[in-house]
């Protein structure tokens, strides 16, 4: 059971505020969001109307640490086809910014934003790699990746890279 | 001039006097240039506030009365009789709005009362400068225009006649009966639309007071409340109407039979280049449709006609030629109707890419016995009996990319067509229908959707996501909210229930008469609770869904309201008209003619003299006071009675 005394009104606001947030209110809970999401299909887990309505109950602690909050793969079905042009995927991102701001973010995405900072990519390039580039004729992949390595210490926020 | 002039004080209740310290505000007023008395009441507008204004003007003989209270649209009017009945000029009357424009939007007390002082000393100078005026006194024509002839237009024409004014009745189609007539049967009770329609029909008909003007078209308006002069065009039929039987004979033998697509039946099913729209059609007469018709296209249909050949009245009549008549009136009923969503729009509903994707009035068309089939339900892919038909209501309503509004009708005629299905299919055919919600609101409405839910059918809570043809039948995505399940309908029919629009040319109309739309493009009424049927033209009222979506039985009160309306004009005589209109100091006037530009409803003219000048001239039953004409115009020659330059400029002053 939840106790009602334990929900944030405020939380709508907190989300509305934020970059691709201000239509949130407008959900009247219809579900075209769900009936049309890839992610959805394959994991019963990730339900963007349920997401929607957690929020604007004001389940905020649920909501941030949740896992399923990154989940959304950013395809925009749920943007194009909400009648009430709530921006679902806008406020997927804002949900997830409020989050890694205070420290809620899925060690999948802690991972890689390690990956990222450290080799510049998702991958590391290693030596095998740059031969075979040099057997089809390709230029070599650079190994040094300093610059990103400070685009990322400065811009990252806390937390993500131990 | 005032120099006696009263100033009332009302408190609204607490709406004003919470904020605003109306004794300080009274004891204040005393102290202005010319007010002799100041008082102040809890609801100036009642009885005993009424009777403390008309005292007051009677004791103090009081030549100018300042009311500080609601907004002007409120009681000014009410007051102005009150002011009257206590033997003062109502126009030397004015209204300091220290409610909306004061205690409504402010908190700060110190700061409202300093407003509100403002304000009425601004009234007060005003009243110190205004004149007494008279109304004057305009002929009335007893004559109605009702345009459209649906059943909002018919009921409206009908009790216009019966009150025994001559009534235009005009519409655009070749019969009369509107959307009504293209419905099988009606909900709640399920009576047949036909069979309760066009006895109404009919009766418009027969009655002598009603001159029907089908296939017709309104071109002009001018003038104004009581008078107006409309133009309108017969658009030709190329069938003589008094020669024509009805027989249908031509229908039969055209050369296009089967080809050209049937308007009435929404497409979903062929006629001929000449047709009768429907069997119980108003005139029972056959039009030939110009964009289609071999002879009116090409100029030839083969050796000779086959309708020319068929007709034994000899009615057809290519040479027929647009005729314009002009007609006067004193009032109009606005009764255009609705459209229907282009549900093409919605591209994830693929109505544009399956035959079997059809819409609500298209599926009224195949329930119909005089429809297309008969009344039989086929698929329009391929002609057979569907196992399976799913509805989805809310296409493009409720939508912030569409259109915002509820269609006030669609789960109820999904509901009714679901009944009248299963009827025709038996209950085992399998039904689903998925809603956004149910808005079952009308009298005997949720006893119906009871009945409905206790037949075999399939609610889903939800808006699919997308509806797709796969092999020979349909697959819906939708996410049931209730048990939160995704489901995959796979149906053979799919029927979208379309948000309700108004009428392609709408925009068009409205600029034609001067009246307003709301920001939906339906249109505007004057007061949404108080005056649904008037529009803010004098002697233009609207009925049925051009003003807004609405189910036959709210169209129909409405347009007897709309008919009550403007029978209080038809029935007078004379109205008396506001005295707040533009005149010209002929004497300032260099005749540039700015203001005639300006005036949207043509109430000035150039005048030339036999001098050689020119001057401007302002028809008063024409102007209705908006002022354009003075803001435009160069030399100040242009005034308004009751807002001259002096009255305004003087009571800026002493507002700020």
Redesign the interface.
């Known amino acids: 059971m939840i106790d009602s005394k334990d929900l944030d009104p405020n939380f709508k606001y907190e989300v509305a505020a934020e970059i691709g947030g201000a239509n949130i209110n407008r959900c009247f809970a219809c579900g075209t969001c769900t009936a049309g999401c890839p992610v959805r299909e394959i994991d019963e887990k990730y339900n963007p109307r349920k997401i929607i309505r957690m929020v604007l109950l004001g389940m905020r602690e649920r909501v941030l640490k949740s896992d399923f909050i990154w989940l959304c793969s950013t395809c925009y079905t749920c943007y194009d086809r909400c009648p009430q042009d709530v921006q679902l995927t806008s406020i997927m991102t804002a949900l997830k910014n409020i989050a890694a701001r205070e420290g809620y973010i899925h060690p999948s995405f802690k991972e890689q934003a390690r990956l990222v900072s450290k080799f510049g990519r998702l991958y590391e390039i290693e030596d095998f790699d740059n031969k075979k580039r040099e057997k089809l004729g390709l230029p070599p992949i650079k190994k040094n990746f300093d610059d990103i390595t400070k685009i990322t210490k400065d811009t990252l926020p806390k937390g993500v890279i131990q | 001039m005032g120099d006696k002039i009263g100033v009332f004080v009302c408190h609204c209740g607490i709406n004003i006097s919470s904020i605003v310290d109306v004794k300080k505000l009274t004891e204040y007023a005393k102290t202005l240039d010319g007010v002799i008395v100041s008082k102040d009441y809890k609801y100036m507008c009642s009885d005993v506030g009424a009777n403390l204004i008309k005292d007051s003007i009677k004791k103090h003989k009081l030549n100018g009365v300042v009311i500080a209270c609601c907004s002007p649209r409120m009681h000014e009017h009410t007051f102005r009789g009150v002011v009257e009945a206590g033997g003062m000029n109502a126009f030397n009357l004015e209204i300091a709005n220290i409610r909306e424009q004061c205690s409504w939007v402010h908190e700060d007390k110190v700061r409202a009362i300093e407003k509100a002082i403002s304000l009425v000393r601004g009234a007060v100078a005003k009243a110190r400068l205004l004149e007494p005026l008279q109304r004057s006194k305009i002929s009335v024509t007893p004559e109605a225009l009702v345009v459209g002839g649906g059943i909002a237009g018919i009921q409206a024409a009908l009790d216009l006649a019966d009150k025994g004014h001559n009534v235009y009745l005009v519409e655009k189609t070749p019969s009369i009966g509107g959307r009504m007539a293209q419905l099988d049967k009606t909900f709640p009770t399920l009576d047949c639309s036909g069979c309760i329609l066009t006895p109404k029909m009919m009766e418009v008909k027969n009655n002598p007071n009603i001159e029907l003007l089908t296939y017709s078209e309104v071109v002009e308006i001018d003038g104004s409340i009581g008078n107006y002069n409309v133009k309108i065009k017969k658009k030709a039929r190329f069938v003589d109407v008094d020669k024509c039987t009805g027989c249908g004979d031509c229908v039969t033998s055209c050369r296009m039979k089967g080809h050209v697509d049937s308007e009435f039946d929404m497409n979903m099913g062929k006629t001929s280049a000449i047709y009768m729209p429907f069997p119980q059609a108003v005139p029972l007469k056959c039009t030939i449709d110009p964009d289609s018709c071999l002879m009116i296209t090409k100029g030839k249909c083969g050796k000779e006609p086959l309708c020319v050949e068929a007709c034994e009245a000899n009615a057809i009549d290519f040479k027929q030629k647009d005729e314009e008549i002009e007609v006067k009136i004193g009032a109009i009923i606005v009764a255009t109707g609705y459209d229907l969503m282009d549900p093409t729009s919605l591209y ?1 509903y693929g109505y544009a890419r399956s035959k079997d994707v059809i819409t609500t009035l298209e599926m009224e068309r195949l329930i119909s016995s005089s429809g297309p089939t008969s009344g039989e339900i086929l698929r329009p892919s391929n002609g057979e009996k569907p196992k399976s038909i799913t509805f989805v209501l ?1 296409v493009g309503s ?5 259109c915002t509004w509820c269609c006030r009708i669609g789960c109820m005629s999904a509901l009714k067509q679901v009944y009248l299905l299963k009827e025709k299919l038996g209950d085992d055919i399998e039904m689903n229908v998925t809603y ?1 919600d149910v808005r079952s609101f009308g009298k005997g409405y949720e006893e119906f959707y009871r009945n409905i839910r206790g037949m075999k059918t399939n609610f889903f ?6 509806i797709r043809n796969k092999d020979d039948h349909l697959t819906i ?5 209730i048990t ?1 399940k ?1 489901f995959e309908i796979s149906t053979e029919l799919v029927v979208l229930v379309p948000a309700l629009v108004p009428r392609a040319d709408a925009d068009e109309f409205a600029r034609l008469l001067r009246i307003s739309q709301s920001a939906d493009g339906f249109l505007l009424e004057a007061h949404p609770k108080l005056r649904p049927m008037d529009t803010f033209t004098g002697g233009v009222f609207i009925a049925g869904c051009c003003q807004g979506p609405k189910d036959i039985q709210d169209s129909v009160a409405q347009a007897s309201g709309a008919a009550s309306r403007a029978a209080n004009i038809l029935s007078k005589k004379e109205l008396e008209s506001e005295p707040l209109v533009s005149y010209v100091d002929e004497d300032y006037c260099s005749g540039c003619g700015t203001c005639v530009l300006v005036c949207p409803y043509t109430a000035i003219e150039l005048i030339k003299e036999k001098d050689g000048t020119t001057h401007a001239k302002v028809n008063e039953a024409l102007c209705m006071g908006c002022g354009a004409c003075v803001a435009s115009c160069l030399s100040g020659a242009m005034q308004q009675r009751g807002f001259k330059d002096n009255q305004l400029i003087s009571m800026v002053d002493e507002t700020i």
């Open positions: 994830e809310c409720r939508d912030e990319t569409q956004t809570r939800g808006r699919p996501s997308e995505d939708i996410f049931d909210t939160n995704l």
